[in-house]
Nanobody, 122 residues
Framework: QLQFVESGGGLVQPGGSLRLSCAVS????????IGWFRQAPGKEREGVSC????????WYADSVKGRFTISADNAENTVYLQMNSLKPEDTAVYYC???WGCGYYWNEYDYWGQGIQVTVSS
């Protein structure tokens, strides 16, 4: 059974940075793709970024390209999402999720973390 522990969320001012962590158990990062999704109130869950199994490929939503970076520590079995130049529209609950491959849509992922709040506000 795959499980996730997400951390690193919180309140930050516009222009600030946060790093989200997703510690994965029950699999390794060589076997599953790990994606980050977010859901703002009243909106659909949207894909933010994904790292494929092994880390040879990544993708980013257009809205976060150049500001967010996905990375991983294989020894810690943890995936990170570094978020810079944060904007109020980045405010959402962020989730990490696992799938066999990097899909763009939430229903392509089989396993989900509990979510963590990110609020960008002055």
């Amino acid at each position: 059974q795959l499980q996730f522990v997400e951390s690193g969320g919180g309140l930050v001012q516009p222009g600030g940075s946060l790093r989200l962590s997703c510690a994965v158990s029950g699999t390794t990062l060589d076997l599953h793709a790990i994606g980050w999704f977010r859901q703002a109130p009243g909106k659909e869950r949207e894909g933010v970024s994904c790292r494929n199994s092994g880390g040879s490929n990544t993708w980013y939503a257009d809205s976060v390209k150049g500001r967010f970076t996905i990375s991983a520590d294989n020894a810690e079995n943890t995936v990170y999402l570094q978020m810079n130049s944060l904007k109020p529209e980045d405010t959402a609950v962020y989730y990490c999720a696992a799938a066999w491959g990097c899909g763009y849509y939430w229903n392509e992922y089989d396993y989900w973390g509990q979510g963590i709040q990110v609020t960008v506000s002055s």
